[in-house]
Structure formats: C-alpha cells, structure tokens
C-alpha cells in the first residue's frame, strides 16, 4: 500500500475493517477501556502484543516515512483509521508517548543513525518509551530543569532527577531534557538526550497517584553514563526540540473520535435510569447539558480534522495548538462529570462494583491530568492570550 493516493482510501478502509473484524483479541471485549492509561496492569503485555500486531498488519505509522518502518500513505488514511479503530472498539497501543511525542522530535531533528535505531521499534513496541521533562522543581516552569548532563569524552554525565514520568515502570527508553550549559540564559542551556532505562545509576520509583494506579514514576539519576550519540539535535537545541514535541502533544490527535462512543453510552445510561418517576433523558437540565457536550464534540472534531490536514499539507500550528489542548482537555472533564452524574448513587461505586466497572470514575479522577500535562490550563490560557489575542503581559510587579 506504500505511496497509496487518497482515492485509494475506499478499498482500504475495508481491507482494515475486515482486520479488524479477525484481529481484535476476544480478551479486549470484556474490557472498558479508551486509552492506555485505563488498561489494567494484568494487560500491558497484551496491548504491546496488540500495537506489535497492527504494526505488521501496516495501519501503524500510517503517514511515516517506509524507510523507518512507517506506511507513506497520505492524511486521508490516517483519519480513516482512526475512525476504522473507533468503529471497532479497538485497543489503544501501549507506546504511544514514543509514537506521538519522541518519533516526532526524531524525524525532525535525529540524526540517519537515531531514525533508523530508533523508530521502526517504536511503532512495533519493541521498546516502550517515555517522557523525561517535569522535575520536583521544575514543572509549568520547565526552562527552570535542573538535571545535568556533562560531556566526558564520548559520553555524557547525567545528574539529576524527573518526576511524574508515565510508563517509567515499563519503559526501556527515556527522552529527557537536561541542562548542558548553566552559564547561558536558562532556554539556551537545554539538551534533549536519549537514555537507556537499563543504564547503570538509573533508579525508578513509582508514585500512586489518586486512581490508585502506579503509572506515575520519579526517576534518578545519579552519575548515569550516555553515548554522546545519543544526543538529538546540538547540545543547546533542547528547548528548541521540546517546544515541537509539545506542539504535538497539544496538537490535534483523531483519538478524540472515541468521544462519540462515549456520548452514545452516556444517552444510553441516561435512557435507562429513572428518578422521580421518569426517563432522566426526559429531564429538560440533562438533555441541555448532554446537547452541550455533542455540540461541543462535533465541533472539536471538525477543528482536529482541519488540524490534521493543516499539519500533513506542512503548516505549523504554532500557540493555536494551545486553544485545541486547552478545549480538548477540559471538554474531557466536563464529559466524564456527566456520565457520572447520569449514574447517580452508582458514581459512588469504584472501578468492578460499579456501572460499566467502574470507568466512568476512574476517568473523571484521571481527567484531572489533561488540565496539567503538556501544560496546565493555565499556561495555556497565558498563550492564547499573549500570542493569539496579542494581549499585553502583566508586569512583574504587578502580578
């Protein structure tokens, strides 16, 4: 299928549906999940067999270049897919901090030999990546990092600390951001290295977090040894890296097609139950509310589509990914309130007592995260003014 063009997308899509239809694991039907995070720990193997399996079927790395174990195919087959794996109730893929945050950083600024090392065991997880930015001192305030890397040779020295870093527990590969240069404007010092998880005074402590999963981690370093290679991009272009890594991470994902499954299970739910005598579909405040969130939905999906599209035809997003991240994640809070409130006393049962076991719960709890990585609310809204709306900044002294 390799350098398919768009009008080749109808054979397609139902060449991918028929997959579909044979390869789902009868495992996954019992499940109520959307996203790796609400997998449970028992399945993680499982899902890394799932994303190994759509990689060699070919709908992995749909737009990738084929010389790194992507497909070369257009947008339009990438948005097909995604709506194929939303129709069909597929599992998410367990690697997608290395698919969707470090592949980009590597394709635009790695080196041949980071891209061909790198990539093609990403998208098969092979080996299951995360993320190294955010420090016990360091967090909305990243340029603040505080972790070192000091060249020795043909080696970097790493020193240092990163905390709240999903899939550490499981991750074989860790991008981070380290200082290398204290003596330059703090933006200016920033390297983005690439370090193996296994690398001797490399230490991981996993944090439960308030659904009682230990996705979260603390990692340590202390004197861990990096080949200079692995370095992506100069030694002070860090910054520059992570800024576009974060564009993606805020930027358009099709993921949010799976939003309509979950309006559809909520007016189902909303169908079945009965206060006061009657449907609570029929409660004029509901179905406002619910109205609400599907308006807002359709209209976040038509702004991820035109997204895409501006993202594949090679127009930057810039800070506008900022206005996506920040309506996204708190339409997600939003949506996640109503499905529990459509529950009534129910919502008070967690995860295999409750309704649909539990999910809905979980995922109001876990919604409280979208409003704080890849930047909270707040520094969102700080862009959308400054650079959208071209508001002035308030002064130091003022704040």
Not at 287 to 310: G, P
């Amino acid at each position: 299928m390799s350098g398919a063009d768009a009008h080749d997308v109808a054979p397609w899509r139902e060449e991918l549906r028929r997959w579909l239809e044979t390869n789902i694991p009868s495992w996954w039907r019992e499940e109520f999940a959307a996203t790796p995070f609400e997998v449970p720990e028992r399945r993680f193997e499982d899902i890394r067999s799932w994303q190994r399996a759509l990689f060699e079927a070919g709908y992995l790395g749909i737009t990738l270049p084929t010389a790194y174990g992507g497909q070369g195919l257009s947008a339009e087959h990438e948005r097909v897919c995604a709506e194929e794996l939303v129709r069909a109730g597929a599992p998410p893929i367990v690697n997608e901090i290395g698919v969707k945050l470090c592949i980009p950083a590597l394709l635009a600024y790695g080196t041949e030999a980071q891209k061909d090392r790198f990539v093609r065991n990403i998208l098969s997880a092979r080996e299951i990546w995360c993320q190294g930015y955010s420090e016990p001192g360091a967090g909305s305030d990243l340029a603040s990092l505080q972790t070192r890397a000091i060249r020795d040779g043909d080696e970097y020295v790493v020193n240092g600390t990163k905390i709240w870093t999903t899939n550490g527990t499981h991750g074989d590969w860790i991008f981070c951001l380290v200082r290398t240069d204290p003596d330059v404007p703090k933006q200016a010092g920033i390297g983005f290295l690439l370090v193996d998880m296994s690398s001797p005074g490399l230490d991981v402590a996993p944090i439960v977090n308030i659904t009682t999963d230990s996705d979260f981690c603390q990692v340590f370093f202390e004197d861990v040894r990096v080949s200079a290679g692995n370095m992506v991009g100069r030694p002070d272009q860090g910054w520059e890296i992570a800024n576009h890594v974060l564009a993606h991470e805020r930027g358009p994902n099709l993921a949010l097609l799976r939003y309509g499954g979950f309006l559809d299970r909520i007016a189902e739910r909303a169908r079945a139950t009965r206060r006061a005598g009657r449907s609570l579909a029929a409660d004029p405040t509901f179905r406002q509310r619910f109205a609400q969130c599907r308006i807002e939905f359709e209209m976040l999906k038509q702004q991820v589509l035109q997204s895409v599209e501006e993202a594949r035809a090679g127009r930057k997003g810039g800070p506008s990914s900022s206005l996506l991240k920040l309506q996204i994640s708190e339409f997600d809070q939003r949506l996640s309130r109503l499905a529990n409130e459509a529950q009534g006393l129910a919502s008070l049962l967690w995860l295999d007592d409750g309704i649909d076991r539990g999910i809905w719960q979980w995922r109001e709890l876990w919604s409280r995260a979208y409003t704080i990585f890849a930047g909270s609310s707040e520094i969102q809204r700080n862009i959308i003014a400054e650079r959208i709306l071209g508001l002035p900044r308030t002064p130091k002294g003022q704040r």
